[in-house]
């Protein structure tokens, strides 16, 4: 079984790997691995020895979010466009910030908790409240970040 990390990243890289598949551009996919692999050694491997177990974490989000870019760049390149029409770059940062923003509002507010049990609670909801506003929102037609938003594509 592949944990849920690993299914995300293969999904993204499967997601934009089968465009470069489709105009037999293969070795560029081969490519990304590679660079991921070898970045995820280097700045891991040193994030480790640096900073520990945080510092692994980091080093490895780093090396995918190069060779990430790296394969955004190869599909920019087939559809002849910019990397920031081919990844919609403004959705995924409002998204960024905003459970961003929830997260550090949990750890915050679960200090106002004595308890272990009770901090757990406090995140727990703190999360799951933020989670139904974002959701009740996103669906709302009138949202610009909405799924209904109609789809445009590049000509």
């Known amino acids: 079984h592949l944990s849920l ?15 470069l598949r489709a105009v037999g551009r293969t070795k560029e996919i081969v490519m990304s691995s590679v660079i991921l692999l070898a970045l995820n050694a280097c700045f891991a491997g040193l994030g480790l020895f640096l900073y ?69 609670l406090i995140k727990v909801l703190v999360m799951f409240v933020g989670y139904r506003v974002s959701n009740t929102v996103l669906s709302s037609p009138q949202n610009p970040l909405s799924i209904f938003k109609r789809v445009e594509y590049a000509k």
């Open 52 to 120: 520990g177990i945080v510092g692994l974490t980091v080093g490895s989000v780093l090396a995918f979010a190069v060779a990430w870019i790296w394969m955004l760049s190869r599909v920019a390149d087939v559809f002849h466009l910019s990397l920031r029409q081919v990844f919609p770059w403004a959705t995924w940062s409002s998204f960024v910030v905003y459970f961003g923003a929830i997260g550090i509002a949990s750890e915050i507010l679960s200090g106002l908790a004595v308890s272990a049990y009770g901090q757990l």
């Open 5 to 19: 990390r690993r299914q995300r990243q293969m999904c993204i890289r499967d997601r934009y790997g089968a465009v």
